[in-house]
């Protein structure tokens, strides 16, 4: 491996960081999980990036792809094989004015684009974690704060350069290659390495963002009154829906509703935040006009040891009530799961379901189940968890692949509809057919005589 990587260095003009090396142990590891590659690539260029393929193909090594290395499943790193580090890649360009069309690179994380458009008044819907990178989130989807009134970070989208299998650059967008295209808006890592985005962003102004938290004891009919509320709510309002939150008392946690209203009016805020203020009785409301950039959080690393196990799912509007009463009962219970659920609907539910690779569009929530704590505990976690989505499977469809700390094939099947898995497997055969971009929830490259009728899983 060490003479091969030495002749890696004749193409490769950023750092190749090796086991024994001074920066090896940071390098070599993801902010959730740890790993020990044989060489982590950190790329200058996108010439750079294109030996690093090149170099892992040629090799038969696992290769891992990092952008802000947030993937709850530890896709950023492995054993054994290359991780190709993004971090050098992260230029922000907003490169036509008029258009509010924004060039960001592969390895840029959503602190560095808010901070980099604040100054022009600009923004795009993203997630709502600084660190967090720009193609992890945005090649699966991006559910943030300004997801009802702009859509998922992946609908602003509107071309991307890509590192193919084959080490060849190609640009995809609406005009060139459509096909990966629209594989990219969804499809994850799985077509190639995205080295530059380009979003068209919107004029944005401050925001009103912050969160009203009410007792423990009425989550019920706080939770059911805040999701109908949501159905005839401006679209300018976004909000998320928290309880059992360990920090603060677990089961006896407030329900935290957070709210983030895209504009500074005050009198249109406050017509759109009351309803939610009137749901029972309020605890604290911290809710402020704040820069937009400034409703990112600090993405946290767990100390070592310790893990995250996150799940997720959808919730279609004839469901809502009977998941939101069960969420209710969970989190009220000894040892529950930290619970969040996230309003969608609004400008994602207008997509047609199949114009991107992301389609769960008509969902009106998706929630999310988090437990941590070393390996151990876990483990002893783990049946309460199983039986709690044995109950909730039958009301909920789906994965937001985002937030899965699991790649099985049942992850995918449920990321994917059979109908876009199989126009992806077909994709893939195309863009990868050795299946060289595996770290991810994977796509199987279709067979070379699979119909596109055909059963690809």
């Known amino acids: 491996m060490s003479s091969a990587l030495a002749n890696l260095r004749r193409d490769f003009g950023g750092d190749i960081i090796e086991p024994g090396a001074a920066q090896y142990e940071s390098a070599s590891r993801s902010v959730l999980a740890s790993g020990r590659p044989a060489g982590v690539l950190r790329p200058e260029s996108v010439e750079d990036v294109r030996a690093g393929v090149r170099f892992a193909a040629g090799a038969g090594l696992v290769l891992s792809v990092r952008g802000g290395g947030h993937a709850f499943a530890g896709f950023a790193t492995n054993d054994g094989g290359v991780v190709i580090d993004l971090g050098r890649l992260a ?45 992890g ?40 290659n459509p096909e990966l295209f629209w594989a990219i808006r969804g499809g994850g890592g799985n077509f190639g390495i995205v080295t530059a985005f380009e979003f068209v962003a919107h004029p944005t102004t401050d925001v009103f963002h912050g969160r009203i938290t009410f007792p423990a004891s009425e989550a019920a009919t706080v939770l059911q009154g805040w999701a109908e509320y949501l159905r005839t709510a401006p679209e300018a309002l976004t909000s998320v829906a928290n309880l059992a939150n360990p920090i603060a008392g677990g089961p006896e946690a407030p329900v935290e509703i957070c709210v983030a209203f895209d504009g500074d009016d005050p009198r249109l805020a406050a017509t759109a935040i009351d309803p939610i203020r009137g749901l029972g009785t309020v605890l604290d409301d911290d809710v402020a006009l704040k820069p937009c950039a400034d409703t990112l959080v600090d993405g946290m690393t767990p100390p070592p ?21 069960m969420l209710a009962e969970i989190g009220a219970a000894k040892g ?13 539910s207008r997509v047609p379901a199949d114009a991107t690779a992301y389609a769960h569009r008509q969902a009106e929530l998706m929630f999310v189940t988090t437990i941590a704590g070393p390996k151990p505990v876990l483990e002893a976690a783990r049946p309460a968890l199983e039986a709690i989505w ?46 060289l971009f595996a770290g991810n929830h994977n796509v199987r490259p279709a067979g070379p005589h699979t119909g596109d009728g055909d059963a690809l899983r």
Request: net charge neutral.
């Open 91 to 135: 230029n922000i360009e907003i490169v036509d004015a008029e258009r509010h069309l924004v060039r960001i690179g592969g390895g840029a994380n959503w602190g560095q684009v808010a901070a980099a458009l604040a100054p022009h008044g600009l923004a795009i819907s993203s997630g709502d974690t600084r660190s967090v990178g720009v193609g």
């Open 137 to 176: 989130l945005t090649l699966a989807g991006g559910i943030g704060w300004k997801v009802r009134k702009y859509g998922l970070a992946l609908d602003s989208l509107v071309a991307a350069e890509v590192v193919t299998a084959g080490a060849e650059l190609v640009r995809a967008s609406a005009q060139e």
């Open 305 to 325: 040891g310790i893990q995250l196990v996150t799940r997720s799912a959808f919730v279609d509007k004839e469901s809502v009530s009977e998941v939101l009463r």
């Open 336 to 348: 529950s799961p930290f619970i969040s659920v996230r309003s969608v609907g609004g400008a994602v």
């Open 390 to 435: 044995g109950r909730l499977a039958p009301h909920v469809n789906g994965v937001y692949a985002n937030f899965l700390a699991s790649a099985t094939e049942e992850d995918v099947a449920a990321i994917y509809p059979i109908e876009t898995y199989r126009r992806l497997a077909v994709l893939k055969r195309q863009y990868d057919p050795g299946n």
